[in-house]
């Protein structure tokens, strides 16, 4: 058994609302949409998206299930109205995907995080709909991850809960960064990192201790912040509260959750002697990365039988509360 956690599919419904909106520029060319951020273009082949193909890569990598999601540009791009319309249809066209997949897929729901009464009502609509957690951006529009306004959505996640799993999109500050193709190579794991930090530093994860969260691509630039989160110099230790939890004890606890969608066996290497397998999962990105080479990445990192179960599907089934 093998689940992928992180594989994304676009649905028609997200590109008629992001063809009518501003920005990012979306346009049809030939074989798919493409969305022009100014600093950064992105390319989604209507091909790759198609869930028989998504199918057929599953097979090629030997993945049984994947956790499905619109993949970016997120309804965060939208009006606050708009956003919150074409989060409640792709919920509706995600659970379908998932119902007509015949046990290949579930999913994963989208909230109009901008709309905190609309996105408490979506959980809801959520968990009826039998998606298994939710998206959760590093930026919501204009809004951080950490605004006061969103208090009840996390707190309402919480409460039937519903993982949240962090995905990168398109930062802030994408236009001081917009060459060489750094928005995309290099931001995303940057950006993950501090919305996760938000989460810590703003206490969310403190108040809701039942809430769940995955950072995605093994942990991103987190592992490497060890000596800046760990090590407090001595002039500023007297400011800093002996009880609160820190960011890397955050990290550690079994709140925080991870997918090893990086294709670096350095990397992976380095993640396992980290922060081990306990709470660790299969995950490729996909399209990003195909399953069949993050399946012979992963089998080639020398996992013993029990840490393949952990990664390949066991932890996943745990978190997600998967039926399999």
Same mark, same amino acid.
Request: glycine share 6%.
């Given at each position: 058994?093998?689940?992928?956690?992180?594989?994304?599919?676009?649905?028609?419904?997200?590109?008629?609302?992001?063809?009518?909106?501003?920005?990012?520029?979306?346009?049809?060319?030939?074989?798919?949409?493409?969305?022009?951020?100014?600093?950064?273009?992105?390319?989604?082949?209507?091909?790759?998206?198609?869930?028989?193909?998504?199918?057929?890569?599953?097979?090629?990598?030997?993945?049984?299930?994947?956790?499905?999601?619109?993949?970016?540009?997120?309804?965060?791009?939208?009006?606050?109205?708009?956003?919150?319309?074409?989060?409640?249809? #792709? @919920?509706? =066209?995600?659970?379908?995907?998932?119902?007509?997949?015949?046990?290949?897929?579930?999913?994963? *729901?989208?909230? /109009?995080?901008?709309?905190?009464?609309?996105?408490?009502?979506?959980?809801?609509r959520v968990k009826e709909l039998d998606l298994k957690g939710v998206m959760l951006f590093t930026r919501l529009g204009q809004l951080q991850v950490d605004d006061p306004s969103l208090e009840e959505i996390y707190k309402?996640?919480?409460?039937?809960?519903?993982?949240?799993?962090?995905?990168?999109?398109?930062?802030?500050?994408?236009?001081?960064?917009?060459?060489?193709?750094?928005?995309?190579?290099?931001?995303?794991?940057?950006?993950?990192?501090?919305?996760?930090?938000?989460?810590?530093?703003?206490?969310?994860?403190?108040?809701?201790?039942? #809430? @769940?969260? =995955?950072?995605?691509?093994?942990?991103?630039?987190?592992?490497?912040?060890?000596?800046?989160? *760990?090590?407090? /110099?001595?002039?500023?230790?007297?400011?800093?509260?002996?009880?609160?939890?820190?960011?890397?004890?955050?990290?550690?606890?079994?709140?925080?959750?991870?997918?090893?969608?990086?294709?670096?066996?350095?990397?992976?290497?380095?993640?396992?002697?980290?922060?081990?397998?306990?709470?660790?999962?299969?995950?490729?990105?996909?399209?990003?990365?195909?399953?069949?080479?993050?399946?012979?990445?992963?089998?080639?990192?020398?996992?013993?039988?029990?840490?393949?179960?952990?990664?390949?599907?066991?932890?996943?089934?745990?978190?997600?509360?998967?039926?399999?």
């Amino acid at each position: 058994m093998r689940i992928d956690v992180q594989c994304h599919f676009f649905p028609k419904a997200a590109e008629r609302y992001l063809c009518e909106n501003s920005f990012p520029k979306c346009m049809r060319v030939e074989g798919g949409l493409m969305c022009d951020f100014g600093s950064q273009k992105l390319m989604l082949a209507d091909m790759q998206y198609d869930p028989e193909m998504i199918i057929r890569s599953m097979e090629q990598g030997q993945v049984d299930l994947a956790l499905l999601s619109c993949n970016i540009p997120d309804p965060g791009f939208l009006s606050a109205e708009k956003e919150a319309l074409l989060c409640s249809e #792709l @919920n509706e =066209v995600t659970a379908e995907t998932v119902n007509n997949s015949g046990g290949r897929f579930a999913g994963m *729901g989208f909230l /109009p995080w901008r709309s905190p009464k609309k996105a408490c009502e979506e959980v809801r609509r959520v968990k009826e709909l039998d998606l298994k957690g939710v998206m959760l951006f590093t930026r919501l529009g204009q809004l951080q991850v950490d605004d006061p306004s969103l208090e009840e959505i996390y707190k309402t996640c919480a409460e039937n809960a519903l993982p949240l799993f962090i995905h990168p999109t398109v930062p802030m500050w994408h236009e001081a960064i917009g060459a060489y193709g750094m928005v995309a190579n290099t931001s995303f794991v940057i950006d993950t990192a501090f919305a996760f930090m938000r989460l810590c530093y703003s206490g969310i994860l403190d108040r809701y201790p039942q #809430l @769940n969260v =995955v950072i995605p691509h093994a942990g991103g630039i987190m592992p490497i912040l060890d000596g800046r989160l *760990g090590y407090v /110099p001595p002039a500023v230790r007297r400011f800093i509260d002996p009880d609160k939890r820190t960011v890397l004890d955050t990290l550690f606890s079994g709140q925080v959750w991870f997918d090893l969608a990086n294709p670096s066996l350095k990397v992976l290497t380095y993640f396992k002697s980290y922060l081990g397998l306990d709470r660790a999962m299969y995950g490729t990105d996909y399209p990003f990365v195909e399953p069949f080479y993050q399946t012979e990445l992963l089998d080639s990192l020398g996992l013993t039988e029990n840490e393949k179960e952990q990664v390949n599907w066991k932890n996943a089934k745990k978190l997600f509360c998967l039926d399999i």
